[in-house]
């Protein structure tokens, strides 16, 4: 049989070389002459290590890592296709106590198959969930999701099967399955891995949800920062197209489900639901007044199910393995497993899916192994841009959606992004105003006009001009951002604000500093960058 | 890289053509279009306007609304830089100051030979390889000022 090599496809990988490893690879396969082959598999999220290289053999799969391509000849003299001892030898993949450590679910396959294999797909376990599915009512579709206790992992944490239940129970000749593709957050991208290196389980997750809601179409709007993922989406569904696992009779059961993906362009408020839908019908990306709720009246006036790719890419393995055996996983009201990405300044960077519970310096410390700087860790974010700025004093905080809100933080999409003692706060929270500011939709003056206000303001308190009262003037616009703004992104960039005056105030009573780092590199006006 | 041959109508009415009856065509459209030409010019907004039997000031208002689309030609490369909070995290503003300061130019710049158009993004989802940036649509991670360099000088070396 035929050696199998496996060089990650994703984009981080690639980002460091992998596609150079790859060539390597099969340069040195075709000049010794040796029955082996180059698989292109997702990324396993240990991203410190990439490119990961892995080969098949009688003991599991053994990886190495980081390899480079000068080195890739070296592993081969090194018997490395055996397993062999080499300097970047890693042992027994899913050995490495980072992997074995956490409970894949929605990640099952990522890293294992190839990811445009659908018979990879199948023999792993794929396409279990719809089988099932098809063989249930709607409403017993729905009300699997509902009893698993799947909460959507976009970031709000709104129950999956409630959203479904609604557009179920509204009539209509048509429906949508829109999948919230656009993972703006810093410091997120669990749904890139997922859609490069598992693109098939969001294919049939978005399927199962036509099914139970009655819609025969679909829609992934996708951010623009992604291209890589884009092809690779493409390819997916012109294979489960080709295979009759999407069209006018999905898997020979006499059913429709269409789908296609779109591209957004390059503003953070499309990930906001309905300035997506807004987006996705070609207008200006601007947030709709709620109600009518998207799941009544949504993509082109029709109820539509919105939903992040991770909440979709859960559903297949709730469908094959039931209710019970995803809610057994977690704490409280966050049932199943949270798909936390650790980022920044952090020794080992990567994808860590585990119930929910865990505590942020566990993630940190045992999974993480601290800054990557070696320099004492200062603050963390969570939840994106709009998440709180934490002080190692609440580290303990447990990685659960109310333990967050009760801290004034937010959990988010499961990004982490930690900093070294080099950080400066103030300087934060004027990057958290800018942010607003820059990617504000326009649509409500707080939001417009604050955010703007915001900076000024934050300018003075740094540059040390009437400090108390500027603090004070924050703290005020602050409040009329939280009470008065339409959406959340004007109504929680009082988080990392606030957070970092709460938490850091030494930060925000310096002596008057030479201008920030970031005045250097302010951005041009430019009509490219609004 | 595109072809860089310039605004051409004709080209410009075949790719809206092509899109112009999905549901939602709008996007699609723009973002073929500068695909085909680096930006969005200002003369194919009656084109598109009338495809979809839209208002100019509603095409312009989507135009000018996102922050991808460009109303000039960019440099033959495009490098976006990635300011966001993980690759802050790692000095990601001094490697970009860096930059800017070997260009001569400031983000949403273009370097007056043409060669370089550099622009700020808001992540790029490689944020365990911070700091990041996007070359010609690829995407690099650990990128030191050193490796800034590098790219640079590797894009100037093939054209
Ligand atoms: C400013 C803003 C940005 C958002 N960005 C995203 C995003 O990038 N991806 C996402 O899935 N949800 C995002 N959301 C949340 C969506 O509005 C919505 O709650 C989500 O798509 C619902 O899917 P879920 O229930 O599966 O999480 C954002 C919300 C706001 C206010
Ligand atoms: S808060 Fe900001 S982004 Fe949200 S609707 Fe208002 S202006 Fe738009
Ligand atoms: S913050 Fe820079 S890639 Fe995500």
């Given amino acids: 049989?035929?050696?199998?090599?496996?060089?990650?496809?994703?984009?981080?990988?690639?980002?460091?070389?992998?596609?150079?490893?790859?060539?390597?690879?099969?340069?040195?396969?075709?000049?010794?002459?040796?029955?082996?082959?180059?698989?292109?598999?997702?990324?396993?999220?240990?991203?410190?290590?990439?490119?990961?290289?892995?080969?098949?053999?009688?003991?599991?799969?053994?990886?190495?890592?980081?390899?480079?391509?000068?080195?890739?000849?070296?592993?081969?003299?090194?018997?490395?296709?055996?397993?062999?001892?080499?300097?970047?030898?890693?042992?027994?993949?899913?050995?490495?106590?980072?992997?074995?450590?956490?409970?894949?679910?929605?990640?099952?396959?990522?890293?294992?198959?190839?990811?445009?294999?659908?018979?990879?797909?199948?023999?792993?376990?794929?396409?279990?969930?719809?089988?099932?599915?098809?063989?249930?009512?709607?409403?017993?579709?729905?009300?699997?999701?509902?009893?698993?206790?799947?909460?959507?992992?976009?970031?709000?944490?709104?129950?999956?099967?409630?959203?479904?239940?609604?557009?179920?129970?509204?009539?209509?000749?048509?429906?949508?399955?829109?999948?919230?593709?656009?993972?703006?957050?810093?410091?997120?991208?669990?749904?890139?891995?997922?859609?490069?290196?598992?693109?098939?389980?969001?294919?049939?997750?978005?399927?199962?949800?036509?099914?139970?809601?009655?819609?025969?179409?679909?829609?992934?709007?996708?951010?623009?920062?992604?291209?890589?993922?884009?092809?690779?989406?493409?390819?997916?569904?012109?294979?489960?197209?080709d295979k009759g696992y999407l069209g006018e009779n999905v898997a020979g059961s006499g059913k429709r489900f269409d789908l296609e993906p779109r591209i957004g362009a390059g503003a953070y408020i499309c990930g906001e639901e309905t300035s997506l839908l807004e987006s996705l019908e070609g207008k200006r990306g601007q947030i709709r007044f709620k109600p009518p709720l998207p799941a009544l009246k949504g993509l082109f006036g029709q109820p539509t199910v919105v939903n992040n790719v991770i909440s979709l890419a859960t559903v297949p393995i709730i469908m094959d393995k039931g209710a019970q055996y995803y809610r057994d996983f977690g704490m409280g009201k966050s049932r199943g497993t949270l798909t936390i990405q650790l980022a920044g300044n952090i020794k080992r960077g990567g994808l860590v899916e585990k119930a929910f519970g865990l505590t942020l310096r566990e993630a940190i410390y045992d999974f993480g192994g601290g800054t990557a700087s070696g320099r004492p860790l200062r603050a963390v974010q969570a939840g994106g841009p709009l998440g709180a700025y934490f002080p190692e004093s609440l580290l303990d905080t447990p990685l659960d959606y109310e333990a967050f809100a009760e801290r004034k933080g937010m959990l988010g999409h499961g990004g982490i992004v930690v900093f070294d003692d080099t950080v400066d706060l103030a300087h934060q929270a004027r990057f958290a105003m800018e942010f607003c500011a820059v990617e504000s939709c326009g649509k409500c003056t707080p939001c417009r006009v604050g955010s703007t206000r915001g900076v000024e303001v934050i300018d003075k308190i740094i540059a040390n001009q009437d400090r108390v009262q500027n603090l004070e003037l924050l703290g005020d616009l602050c409040e009329v951002l939280t009470d008065g703004s339409l959406c959340a992104l004007g109504g929680l960039i009082p988080f990392p604000v606030q957070s970092a005056v709460r938490h850091f105030p030494e930060d925000f009573d310096k002596p008057a500093p030479p201008p920030p780092a970031f005045e250097a590199s302010k951005t041009q006006e430019t009509p490219s960058w609004r | 890289m595109r072809s860089n041959q310039g605004w051409d109508a004709d080209r410009a009415q075949a790719r809206i053509q092509e899109l112009e009856r999905l549901p939602g065509a709008l996007l699609p459209i723009l973002h073929a279009l500068q695909d085909e030409f680096g930006y969005v010019d200002k003369a194919a907004i009656p084109l598109v306007a009338r495809a979809l039997n839209l208002s100019h000031a509603e095409v312009h208002g989507v135009v000018s609304f996102y922050h991808d689309f460009r109303h000039d030609e960019p440099g033959r490369h495009v490098l976006k830089m990635c300011r966001a909070e993980a690759c802050q995290s790692m000095g990601c503003e001094n490697m970009i100051r860096h930059v800017e300061n070997r260009l001569g130019i400031k983000l949403g710049g273009t370097t007056e030979d043409r060669s370089f158009t550099v622009e700020a993004v808001y992540c790029l989802g490689n944020c365990a390889l911070s700091p990041a940036v996007m070359l010609d649509g690829k995407l690099y991670g650990r990128v030191s000022s050193d490796v800034a360099d590098f790219l640079i000088d590797e894009a100037k070396r093939h054209a």
């Avoid at chain 1, 290196?197 to 809601?213: H, S």
Wanted: overall charge neutral; glycine content about 12%.
């Fill in chain 1, 1 to 241: 049989m035929s050696l199998k090599i496996f060089v990650p496809g994703d984009a981080a990988a690639l980002s460091v070389g992998a596609e150079a490893v790859a060539k390597a690879m099969t340069q040195q396969i075709a000049s010794r002459r040796l029955d082996a082959s180059v698989v292109r598999n997702g990324s396993r999220g240990m991203f410190w290590l990439e490119p990961l290289v892995e080969v098949e053999t009688p003991r599991g799969r053994i990886a190495y890592g980081p390899v480079t391509a000068e080195e890739v000849p070296g592993l081969f003299d090194a018997g490395f296709l055996e397993g062999k001892p080499h300097r970047l030898h890693l042992g027994v993949t899913e050995d490495i106590p980072y992997l074995k450590k956490q409970e894949r679910l929605t990640f099952a396959r990522c890293g294992i198959t190839d990811p445009l294999s659908l018979s990879d797909y199948v023999s792993h376990g794929g396409y279990r969930g719809l089988e099932r599915a098809l063989t249930l009512t709607p409403q017993a579709i729905v009300e699997e999701v509902t009893n698993s206790g799947l909460r959507g992992r976009g970031g709000a944490g709104f129950p999956t099967g409630i959203k479904w239940k609604t557009v179920l129970n509204t009539p209509s000749h048509q429906k949508y399955i829109v999948c919230n593709a656009d993972e703006g957050d810093s410091g997120t991208y669990a749904d890139r891995m997922i859609m490069e290196g598992d693109p098939f389980v969001l294919i049939e997750g978005m399927t199962i949800a036509g099914f139970a809601v009655g819609a025969t179409s679909g829609y992934i709007y996708l951010r623009s920062e992604y291209p890589h993922a884009f092809r690779q989406l493409q390819r997916a569904i012109a294979i489960a197209y």
